[in-house]
């Protein structure tokens, strides 16, 4: 099985320029997230999805869009990009049947700004 | 908002126990997990345990519960070179399976 498959997984950016992370699923899960690893701070929740056509606002969205058209793929958008969005970003998939609410990972896209 | 703590890194040596401890704030979590990084991939669920228990034993892993002090941890006995990794402690809480984590915690195991 795929599971949560990421790309790419490595970039690099000039300050103002625009890219997506793409991210998709093939466990037929309704929750769709994308976290960002920093150093010192863990992860952090930047948006998520709950289903097709529904999308939400995590910890830290600014300068981040998403779209659910599908339940398999959930893109991250960076619309002009910043150093300060220089991280590792992680896309993760959940069902939200009545179980542990495991979350299963992508390998993460290491993104650099300059 | 909810809040994670965790200390930032831990050294054993190959065969010691290990110990990794957090905090959380949400009262309301219904599981809080334990998540392991190892290098260059993503994280993998390590063990869970559910909010009304207070201990869960998985082979060499104990998670213990203090739900009032929000304290969480996890033991690792006879721990091996390959716990190296980084260990992150999260609740679900805040609203629809929002899972908040912690800062995470390196595991430094010596041989």
């Known amino acids: 099985n795929a599971g949560v498959t990421q790309t790419p997984k490595f970039q690099v950016l000039k300050t103002g320029q625009s890219m997506t992370l793409q991210c998709a699923q093939d466990?037929?899960?309704?929750?769709m997230s994308w976290y960002r690893q920093d150093p010192g701070m863990g992860l952090r929740l930047i948006h998520y999805s709950v289903g097709a056509g529904i999308t939400d606002q995590g910890e830290v969205p600014n300068g981040y869009n998403v779209s659910r058209s599908t339940t398999e793929d959930f893109p991250l958008r960076l619309l002009s990009a910043a150093p300060s969005q220089t991280s590792v970003y992680f896309c993760?998939?959940?069902?939200?049947?009545?179980?542990?609410?495991?979350?299963?990972f992508g390998e993460g896209s290491r993104l650099t700004v300059l | 908002g909810e809040d994670v703590e965790q200390s930032l890194f831990l050294s054993v040596r190959e065969g010691d126990s290990s110990v990794i401890n957090c905090t959380y704030t949400?009262?309301?979590?219904?599981?809080l997990y334990w998540y392991k990084q190892e290098p260059g991939a993503g994280l993998q669920l390590l063990t869970y345990i559910f909010s009304n228990m207070d201990m869960k034993q998985d082979q060499r892993l104990t998670v213990l519960l203090n739900k009032k002090d929000k304290h969480l941890s996890l033991r690792i006995a006879d721990t091996q070179t390959g716990d190296s990794a980084i260990y992150f402690c999260?609740?679900?809480?805040?609203?629809?399976?929002?899972?908040?984590f912690g800062t995470g915690t390196k595991l430094q195991v010596i041989p």
């Open positions: 993760a998939s959940s069902s939200t049947g009545r179980n542990t609410g495991e979350l299963f």
């Open positions: 466990m037929n899960h309704e929750y």
């Open positions: 949400d009262s309301s979590s219904t599981y």
């Open positions: 999260a609740e679900e809480g805040g609203g629809y399976q929002k899972v908040t």
